[in-house]
C-alpha cells in the first residue's frame, strides 16, 4: 500500500468531487455504507476493534450529530450511486436507544438515495437487548441483525469476557423473533480456550436449532494489543483445531447452510450483500471513531479512515485521519485478498471492473498458481482450489 498521508477537508474534497467526472471504470461499483458505534460495556479480552467501555452516560445525541456532520464530507464519494446496504458495527451498537438509531437513519436518507431493498444490519449484543428493543430497532429501519453469540457454554463465554450466559442469547434470539426479525446472523467461535471436538458441536447444535438464516462461524484468533496477547490462554492444537473445522462443516452443510465464504454460511438467499460488497471489492462510506471506507474515482482508488478516540472524534469537525491511494502494483493484491475468500470466487471481468487494469496483467501469477494448484483453470471465474482455500495466505503471496 502506498504510504499514507493526512489528508485535510479541502484535498478530500478534490478528491471525492472526481467521482463525478468520466472516469476509466465502465461502471462505478456499488455503494454500501459502514456506520461505526465505539462503545461496548466492557472490552474483550480478545477484541481488537476499536471499542471502548464508556465512561458515565453515552454521548448519543452529540454522536449522532457527529455521524451525520461525518456522512455530509462524504456525500461527494457518493457520485449518484443509491446506497445498497448500511451496517452498524462496533463496539456494541445495540447499547444505543433505538431512537438514536432512527435518527441516524432519517439523518442518511435526507442525504442519500437507498435502494428499495437496501440491507440494514445492526450489530447486537445478547446482554443488551429485550423484545422491545429489538421492536424499536426494526421500527427504525433496521431489516437484519446480527447476534453476538460466539458461545453457548458457559465456561467459555467467560473466558472470553462475555457478559451474556448461553440461557440469555437463545432469549434474545427468540426476542428478535417476537420483534418481528426473520433475517439475522449468529457470530460463533470455535478454537476456544480448552474447548473440544464435542464442544464446538455442541454450540454448532443450539444454533443451528435456532434457525438463523446465517451463521458467521471462525476461529479465534489471538491479535496484538489485546489481553488474550498478553496473556494467552490455552488454545487447542492444530491438529484438533483442524478436526473441529471439519467436524462443524459438515454439520452446518447437513443442516441445510451452504458455505459461500471462508468462514460465512447462509441459508439459501440469505447470505450478507453488506459483506459480499467488500469481497467484491466495492465501494463502502465509513463513518464513526476509526471508521474506514473504500472508494472509485477519477483519479483512482482511494482508502481513507477517521479519527479513532471517540472523544476526539466528536470534538472534531471534520473527522478524517488520513487516506492513501492503492497503485496498480498494490491493487492485484487488494482485490484477490477480498475476492478469493469467497468459495465460488468472482467473475473473471470483474477484475478489470473494479481495479481499471487488464487481466493480462495478473495472467503470470494465474498461471503459477494454476500449475500448483491453488486455483482452477477457469477462464470464465476466478476461484480458489480447496487446496488454495486451505493455503490462502500462501496463495495470496503471489501477488
Request: negative net charge.
Amino acid at each position: 500500500m502506498s504510504a499514507p498521508h493526512k489528508a485535510d477537508s479541502e484535498n478530500l474534497q478534490s478528491l471525492a468531487f472526481d467521482a463525478r467526472l468520466p472516469t476509466p471504470f465502465p461502471r462505478l461499483p456499488p455503494l454500501a455504507l459502514y456506520i461505526h458505534i465505539p462503545w461496548c460495556v466492557r472490552k474483550c479480552p480478545y477484541c481488537d476493534f476499536n471499542s471502548h467501555a464508556p465512561d458515565g452516560a453515552l454521548p448519543e445525541t452529540d454522536y449522532v450529530r457527529a455521524l451525520l456532520r461525518d456522512l455530509d464530507a462524504d456525500l461527494a464519494y457518493v457520485a449518484g450511486r443509491p446506497v445498497t446496504s448500511i451496517f452498524f458495527g462496533g463496539g456494541t451498537p445495540s447499547l444505543f436507544s433505538p431512537e438514536a438509531i432512527a435518527g441516524i437513519l432519517r439523518g442518511v436518507e435526507q442525504r442519500v438515495a437507498l435502494a428499495p431493498d437496501a440491507e440494514i444490519t445492526l450489530e447486537a449484543n445478547p446482554g443488551t437487548v429485550d423484545e422491545s428493543r429489538f421492536a424499536g430497532f426494526a421500527a427504525a429501519g433496521v431489516n437484519r441483525l446480527s447476534i453476538g453469540v460466539q458461545s453457548f457454554a458457559d465456561k467459555h463465554l467467560a473466558a472470553l469476557g462475555r457478559i451474556h450466559s448461553g440461557d440469555e442469547a437463545q432469549r434474545a434470539v427468540a426476542a428478535a423473533r417476537a420483534a418481528g426479525f426473520d433475517n439475522f446472523n449468529l457470530d460463533l467461535m470455535h478454537g476456544l480456550p480448552g474447548q473440544t471436538v464435542a464442544e464446538a458441536e455442541d454450540d454448532l447444535r443450539r444454533a443451528i436449532a435456532l434457525a438463523p438464516t446465517h451463521m458467521s462461524w471462525y476461529q479465534l484468533t489471538v491479535e496484538p494489543n489485546t489481553e488474550f496477547f498478553k496473556r494467552p490462554p490455552n488454545l487447542p492444537v492444530d491438529e484438533l483445531l483442524a478436526d473441529i473445522q471439519d467436524a462443524g462443516e459438515h454439520l452446518l452443510a447437513a443442516a441445510g447452510y451452504r458455505q459461500y465464504e471462508v468462514s460465512a454460511y447462509a441459508r439459501p438467499g440469505r447470505e450478507a450483500r453488506h459483506n459480499r460488497n467488500y469481497w467484491e471489492f466495492g465501494d463502502f462510506l465509513g463513518i464513526g471513531a476509526g471508521a474506514h471506507g473504500k472508494v472509485t474515482t477519477a483519479d483512482g482508488i482511494y482508502r481513507y479512515w477517521k479519527t479513532r478516540m471517540p472523544g476526539a472524534y466528536l470534538k472534531a469537525e471534520r473527522p478524517l485521519a488520513g487516506t492513501c491511494s492503492l497503485g496498480a502494483d498494490e491493487l492485484p493484491l487488494e482485490f484477490m485478498m477480498n475476492a478469493l475468500r469467497l468459495i465460488d470466487g468472482v467473475d473473471a471481468g470483474l477484475f478489470a471492473a473494479r481495479t481499471g487494469l487488464p487481466r493480462a496483467q495478473i495472467a503470470p501469477a494465474l498461471a503459477t498458481l494454476v500449475e500448483r494448484g491453488l486455483l482452477q483453470a477457469r477462464d470464465d471465474r476466478l476461484v480458489a482450489t480447496a487446496l488454495g482455500m486451505r493455503f490462502l495466505n500462501d496463495l495470496l503471496q503471489v501477488f
